[in-house]
């Protein structure tokens, strides 16, 4: 765990537009002096802001959004934590803030997905896929692969039932394609490349949509409350952008 502290209470203002959901809770904040506040991070992409409410001592822990270079979210955020001692914010955190940050984010991978499987069912004729592969649907593959391996793991997770067979299978025909990825990267000593894998193309071109079908099925049945963003095919697909995005960066 990285944190970063801020001792004298001086949080960044600019720090505080990055709260996923900051509302009514943590906008106050930039008006007072706090005791003290600081970034939590995970190494992994969650990072959380940990602050002390200066008029009544309460200890606030809110998500901050994930870079846009590595995924775009919509819709309301997890609900910022608060509470009256630091264990007690520490458990809210666990059982509720972590698996509501989660979830929200599998949701929003699963619609960069969908988006793209959407602009390639309408835009590019099955059966005439150009070689090499234009930028566009490079990035999109690797986007896809990129988020594959964390809606697999949601999936297989989500609810106490077993999969059925055949969305057992599906999974596990994309854990042996993201493992055989991986292995032909470490065998070449270098990163992961999938935009340039005719294996990975094909492998997404034929059973994507069943992919992303598993896992509507399991991560966003298992959403609840009015506040999750839902994954819609209504509107209209935009093609998929050739290189990272240039949003703002933390």
């Known amino acids: ?10 949080i960044p203002t600019h720090l505080l537009d990055w709260v996923w959901e900051a509302g009514p809770v943590l906008a106050p904040l930039v008006k007072y002096r706090n005791s003290g506040a600081a970034i939590l991070r995970d190494g992994g992409g969650t990072e959380l802001l940990l ?3 200066p008029w009544d001592g309460q200890y606030l822990v809110a998500t901050l959004l994930p870079s846009p270079d590595h995924l775009h ?29 989660e979830q929200l984010v599998n949701l929003a991978r699963l619609r960069e997905v969908q988006e793209d499987l959407n602009w390639l069912r309408d835009d590019v004729e099955p059966g005439t896929v150009p070689y090499p592969y234009p ?17 697999i793991a949601a999936s297989r997770r989500a609810g106490a039932k077993p999969l059925a067979a055949q969305d057992a299978k599906v ?29 990975a193309m094909a492998v997404w071109l034929e059973s994507g949509e069943d992919l992303v ?7 966003v049945a298992s959403s609840q409350g009015p506040s999750r963003p839902t994954v819609s095919t209504s509107t209209p ?4 952008a050739a290189a990272a995005a240039t949003g703002r960066t933390r």
């Open 135 to 151: 930028a566009d649907l490079d990035a999109a593959l690797e986007r896809f692969l990129t988020h594959a391996p964390y809606l």
């Open 73 to 101: 979210v919509t819709g309301a955020g997890p609900r910022t934590v608060a509470a009256p001692t630091a264990h007690a914010v520490a458990s809210e955190v666990r059982s509720r803030l972590l698996p509501e940050f």
């Open 51 to 53: 602050a002390k409410r």
């Open 213 to 219: 079908a598993v896992v509507r099925t399991t991560i």
């Open 171 to 199: 999974l596990d025909r994309f854990e042996t394609l993201l493992a055989s990825l991986t292995q032909s990267s470490e065998d070449a000593g270098s990163g992961l490349e999938p935009g340039g894998t005719d294996e």
């Open 1 to 10: 765990m990285d944190i970063e502290h801020y001792p004298e209470g001086n």
């Open 237 to 240: 697909p935009k093609p998929p």
